[in-house]
Structures are given as C-alpha cells and as structure tokens.
C-alpha cells in the first residue's frame, strides 16, 4: 500500500529566485513527506519567507517546479495553491479583529442560501465542528479581537482546516506565545498530523523544533544546507548547520559583579493589570522577567517608564523617590526602553539610520541650532563599530536591514542618552541567532560600564542563560525569585502559568 | 456571548437615555411638543437626514467616507425639478433618472478609488465641489416644479404616519437585513475591520466598493426628491452641509471612522439626536444657529466616550 502512495506530498524542485539582480532563493529543492511536521529554519535572510511565499503562491519563482500531491505545478497563484491544500498562517494573523470567532473561520467563504444570504446556521454549526475538532472550546460569538493571541492563533488553524488543507505552513507561530498556550499547539499540531495533515513548522526556536518536527530543512543565505530527520542530529549540530560555524557558548558569561541597588521599585500598581510589584535592580546585573504574553511583563516595562500612571507603590532611584508623569521624565532620569515591537514603538523605519541613532540628543548635535551633519556621522560611525551593525552607510534606511542589524540601531539610538537603565522588552525576537549573540554580548559589555537592564522575554533558554537573576510574573504580580543556576526551565513555567485561567 | 448585551451597546443606550432626556425637556416645556403630531413630524424630518446616513454609514464600515453627498442632493433635487416640470405625466422619468444620476455618482466615486487607487477622501472631496459647481452652474434660483401629486406625497399619511417615515422604516429594515444577513454586509465589516485579511480572504474588494458607493449616492438622490416633495421647486440652497451632519450622526452612533465597527440601531440613535436636538430648539424658539454648537459638542462626547470604552474593553497593549 505505501508503495503506491508517493512518498512526498510536496516536492519544490530547483527554485530559484532573485529580487533586481539580487538572489533571494539559489536552486533549492525541498521535499515534505505526507503526515509529518517539517520544520524550516535558517537565519534571517536565508530564504525561508521567500519560499513560502512561492509555495502560497504570493510569489512566482524565476525557475524551479512544484509537485504537490503528485500534481505538477509550473507556478503557483494564491488560489491555486489554496485550492489544492495549502495553507499558510501568517505571524501578523490574518483575522478581521471586530468579527467573530465564526465569521472569521469562513469570511470569504460563507455558506449562503440564494440572495446572498449567508446561512448563519449551517456557519455555526460548521464552525462548532472545527474547533470541537481542535479541542477548543472558544464561544463562536466572541469577537476575534477580544481572544488572546494564542486563541487567534487556533482560529487561524481552524480557518485552515475549514479549507480542507492538506499541508498547513506556519510562519513562527511561537513568537507570539508562551508557556502553556505553546503547548496546546503542540498538541494540536499533533493531533492534525495524526489525521494525515502535514505541518510545515518555520521557527527560530530550535527547542520547538526538536520538540516537535520530524524533519528539518535548513536554508542559509538563499541556498539550501540540508534536510536531515532530528533524530540524527543534536542541537549544536543543527546551529551549526544554521550558522555555518560552531557555538561553543551562546551565552557569554558576566565579566563583573552586580553592584549598588540603583532602582527599587515597591509595591506598585497600575489601572493595568500590575498589583503590588517589588523589585531592585542592581548596577552592572542583568534581570530576567519571565512570564506568559498577558502576564504584565510589559506592564512592568511601562509602569518603571513612566508610560502608565501608578496607581499605588512609590519608585527610588539610587535612593531617591521618582514619580514619572511620562517617559521623558523617565529618559531624564536615565532610564530607556527598547520596546518589544521595533517597528512599530523603537524605529522610523523609513528614516535612515542615521536620523534614528541622533533623535534622542539632537539638540547636543546641533551648532547655533543647526544640526552638525560631522558630528552627526561621526556618531553614527562610532555606533557602528561598536555594535558591529552591517550596513551601507548612513543614510541608509532602517527598513533595509535584518532584524537583527535594526535591533541593534534601536540599542545604538539609545545609549546615546547615555542610560543607567535599560529595559529590553525581547530583545532578540525576530533576530538571528548569529546577531542574537552578538546582542548578548553588547549586553554584558553595557553590564561592564555599570549599566543595569531589565530583561523581558518570552524565550527561556535567553532568560535562564543570560539573567543574573530572574523575576517571574503571573497576572500581575511577581510569583517568584531565581537564581538561574538553581533552576530549570520545568520550574520557571510551572511558576509562570499555574493557575492560569484559559481566555473566554 | 462574551460580553453582556448592555456593556457592549452601553454607550449607544446612553444616546437613547439622552434623547428621553430631550423629549422630557421638550414635554416639560412645550404642550405640543409630545403630541402624536409633533413626534410623527420629527421622524418624518429625520428621514431626511437619516437616508443620508444610512448611506454614509456603510461607506464608513468599509474605512471609507463620502464627503459629496451634500453637494449630490442639492443637484438631485435641482435635477428632479427640471425634469418634473410641474408634469404628473414626467414623475417616474423624473425619479428613476434622478436616482440613475446617483447610482452613476457612487460609480464614478468606486471606479477612481478602485481602478486608480486613489483615497476616498480626496475622490469624494473633489466630488462635493464638482458637483456643487455643476448645480449651481445650472442655476442659483429655485428652478423648476414638482407635480401637484408628488407634492402631495410629503403630506400624505398613512394610519396617521406620514408615509415618509414608512420609507424610512424601509430603509432602516433593509440596511439592517444587508449588514446582519447578506455576505455583502459580513464582506463590508470585514473591508473596513482589516483591508488586507478581507483581500486574502479571496473577497472582492472593489465589488464591495462599487456597492456600496452606489447605494450611499442612490440613497443621496432618493434625499434629493425628498427635498423636493417638501419644498415643491429645486431650491439651490438644499443639501449644503447635509455631508457632516450625516458623518456626525454616523459616529454618535457608535460606528469607528477607521471602520469594521458599527450598528443600524446605533446610527438610528445619532439621527434622532441630532433630529430631536433641531425640533427641541425650533420648539423652545431659541436661535438656530446655536445648533451646530451642540452638535460638535455632542460629537466630541461622543468620539471621547466610545474611545474610552474601547480602552478599557480591549486593553492596553504596548507603548
């Protein structure tokens, strides 16, 4: 009976592709067996999104063929590919966030009697089906937009599943989830694979991918590396295939001691969700909060930032008491945040770098008030040898360079304020793992000048790694203290999502 | 349901709250004021406002606006009474070629903001001084003649309603049945909650738009023949700000101005506000003009009250 059956549903041949000159995919082939989870890894830049979008049919590729289910593909449309099976789930979900959770599923696709009318019965109970399916139990009323992420996330699988898709693509479905929330789609992936779905699994998270997929594909630099079965392969080995070059130590080890207390915080809460937080934060130390997405690591962020208004609690600085009405007050005192979203909250992506790194001390640039462009470069040049940011020149715009090079734009930008604090809210998502080293280092290296940081991130081998102590949060409040070198990540999670009530 | 039914539609009932608080200061102060007489013609003037809206509405669930339908009026009642001529034998050529020059407005206005990928704002900001141009080109007097018969119709009742507010009872059911129950409707919410999911849904953008651009035109001109039942000649002066006062009553009722979000019976409530609110100063006989005063303030209120709402519904997320 196997012999019959292919032994690949898809099988992309030779494709290559390349943007005005430049080639994005060089002659890779890839090959994904029926009821199995692929995971596709490679740093930034490698590749990986460009061939997912030929697959999707976003993208028509230069030369190469596809065979899906033994069909031959000469290219995709969007539509075909979506009508033969596939489907890709997005990292920005593809959700009408005012809709329900029911009209999301089948939006564009919903069945109707004549007239246009949309059979809101047969809607529903198609819709109650596929999340029964799923083992959801999410009420088909509830607005999209009122789920956490990781229910929007399930959403889309059952959007996918109501498309009869033979093979699901997901596009680092883990970035936005934590704890417990990762493992329920852990167990749906393994229920979907059960049933004869195959899984392509994109992450930049290799515990994932040796948790849960058969086979890993790497790509690096627009060529493809190897597909191996995880089984054969240990997790130095698969960096290594990633990087081309060995990690002994991806976490550099603290060169100084943690110094003076420099801020405390006591007993704050906001309108938020934050209740009665305390902490200090030493000179020269690294602070890890842990904590599932809604868990107020953010919160925290803002809150010592002076974003949100505290409702109770008081905050010391070196000893003195502060009361920040907003972040400018915060950034006197010498704080700075690196936010979460670069994009949206730390960058002007369009600007070029060098716009960027000087907004926050223009006015120490500026000669007779006219800003000095010398000094400008000269600022930006030193910045760039620092932090070792690849780039063209100056004038180059932020959007052009990898996450990683623009993450350290946003860390460049602000220690030109010259802070004593910094809180990094994940300060590596999105970022690849070469360029993640090099953040950790540049992170240390601020240790070393007496620099504290408050670590948020959602990533535990970073917290356990890096952290000189770790915070972890739940609803609000802080759970517990660690040590990393007394802890796991077992307990870490344990603490972070007890008593964790499920949304809706 | 996640949320209770009054929590989600709390700030809409506070817009029917504020409209009993009118009608009790209008009892309090005027005898005529709650008289079956009295009200009949307040629904029967929002209709005049509230075909407008309507229309507007829907263009504003796509995250789209229409800014000319002022100006669309004051030439479909210009237009109507030229072609009417005082001859009851020109009514129906009169109106289907009237409601045929909307239809063919909203066209233009889908085409250039479909095919040449401009902003609704600027097509339809072009459109209110085209249009307004092209009227009073044609004449800056009342010209033209309604027939006896369709005169007649503004007066005529029904059971005692007048049967203008029949055809805006029609219009509210319809409107209401399009959103609640059509794919077109779900397909409007979707455009203007998210542009792009809708588009990757495989859902047909520009189709929608053509939609619903033609229904808000032909709604506008089915206003400017309203306007005509009313004042008998086509009077140049008709429809100038009717656009605002539409978006105004729109947003009162609760519909986001970024789209994706918004209910009939919200909207209903923002007509009859801003309906009630004129009735109540005609009645109380003080000065006009301090109308639009409490207009931008209700609708300041308004905007401030449903984003607060929204803040503390949805929850803060990042900076």
Redesign the interface.
Known sequence: MSESEPSFILEMRNITKSFSGVHALRDVSFQCRPGTVHALVGENGAGKSTLIKILSGALLADSGDILFKGEHHQSFSAREALNSGISVIYQELALVSQMTVAENIFLGREPRRAFGIVDTKRLRTDAEKLLKQLGLEIDLDTEVGELTVAYQQMVEIAKALSKNADLIVMDEPSAILAGHELEQLFQIIESLVMKGVTIIYISHRLEEVFRIANEVTVLKDGSLVETRPLKELNRAELVKMMVGRAFEEVFPEPTNQPGDPLLRAEGISTDTILQQVSLTLQEGEILGVAGMVGSGRSELARALFGADPLASGSITIKGKPVVFRNPAEAIRKKISLVPEDRKQQGLFTELPIRNNITLPILKKITRWGFLSRANENEIVDQARKQHSIAMTSGSQEVQYLSGGNQQKVVLAKWLQTRPEIIIMDEPTRGVDVGAKFEIYQLMRQLNKEGIAILMISSELTEILGLSDRILVMREGRIEGEFKPSETTEEQVIELATTRAVAAS | ???SFYQKHSLVLVVYALILVLMAIGAFNSERFLTIRNLTNVLRQAAYLGTVALGEMLVILTAGIDLSIGSLVKLCVLVSAILMDGNPDNVWMAVVLTLGLGLIVGLVHAFLINELNLSPFVVTFASLFILQGIALTITTKPIGRASRDFLLLYSQKLGGVPIIVYYFIFLILLIMFLLR????G??I??I???Y???Q????SVKRIRYGVYALCSVLAASTGLLWLMRMGVGDPVIGKGLELNAIIAVVIGGTSLFG??GTVIGVLGGILLLTFTDNLLVVLGVNQFISGLIKGIIFVAAVALYKQNDRY???????
């Open positions: 349901m996640n949320r129950k059509t794919v077109f779900k397909h919410y979707a203007g909650g998210n792009t999911v809708a990757l849904s495989g859902i994706g979000r519904k949805g929850g803060f997320t990042g900076l």
